[in-house]
């Protein structure tokens, strides 16, 4: 019978995680620190036996648990930690799908901004995303930029550094064509007064907004 074979991607990461250097990277200590604010613990690689491949477990208040057995959030973050705490420098390109999947949308603010801490760091950012909490907070960091250091600090409770210039961002929407079968990328306006264009996640909004209106009054019996 033949075993299937992991995708070139999954591939890729079991051999970084199998070869990770034994000398932490520039941003383990950030790493480290997000680690704690958004899952409580932290992601190790244990060698159980020296003829067995390494173990990537999640330590939970000094327990450590298999990462197969952890929570979606912690398993879906933890390559990126790992990828952060040993492997990316400054001026690599790190690619992201989907960050926010499995995040609480208190934690998605926090993940948001783990990555513009990286961005000022000089880390080069690609995410694709679903989420209008993730693109928010990113809006409100290149205001953010507007608003004068200490005062990011003493009025939002920021770090000054906590900022997003909007020639730093670049947004894009995929939508389906069924002409052509494919995707039509379209820019998403970016301004230093208003962020991110909501307008993709605004349409919804509105929609949804006369669709309760309408079943609202059906069900008052209005006219």
Do not use: C, W
């Amino acid at each position: 019978m033949e075993i299937p074979k992991f995708s070139g991607v999954v591939s890729d990461f079991i051999s970084s995680v199998i070869t990770l250097p034994e000398e932490k990277g520039t941003f383990y200590p950030l790493a480290q620190e997000f680690e704690k604010e958004l899952i409580k613990g932290e992601i190790v690689v244990r060698t159980l036996d020296e003829y067995l491949y390494p173990e990537i477990q999640y330590n939970f208040l000094d327990t450590e648990i298999p990462l197969h057995r952890a929570s979606s959030t912690v398993s879906e973050l933890a390559p990126l930690f790992l990828y952060l705490k040993y492997t990316v420098e400054p001026g690599s390109v790190l690619i992201i799908e989907e960050p926010e999947a499995h995040l609480h949308p208190g934690n998605q603010r926090i993940l948001a901004r783990f990555l513009v801490k990286l961005i000022r760091k000089g880390v080069n950012i690609i995410i694709t995303t679903h989420s209008e909490y993730l693109l928010e907070q990113l809006s409100s960091y290149i205001m953010l930029s507007k608003i004068e250091p200490m005062k990011r600090v003493e009025k939002y409770g920021y770090n000054e550094d906590d900022f997003l210039k909007h020639d730093e961002v670049a947004t894009y929407v995929f939508n389906y064509d069924k002409r052509s079968g494919g995707n039509k990328i379209t820019g998403v306006e970016i301004t230093e007064e208003d962020g991110i264009s909501q307008d993709e996640f605004i349409k919804i909004h509105e929609a949804l907004y006369e669709e309760t209106l309408k079943l609202r009054r059906d069900l008052s019996g209005d006219v």
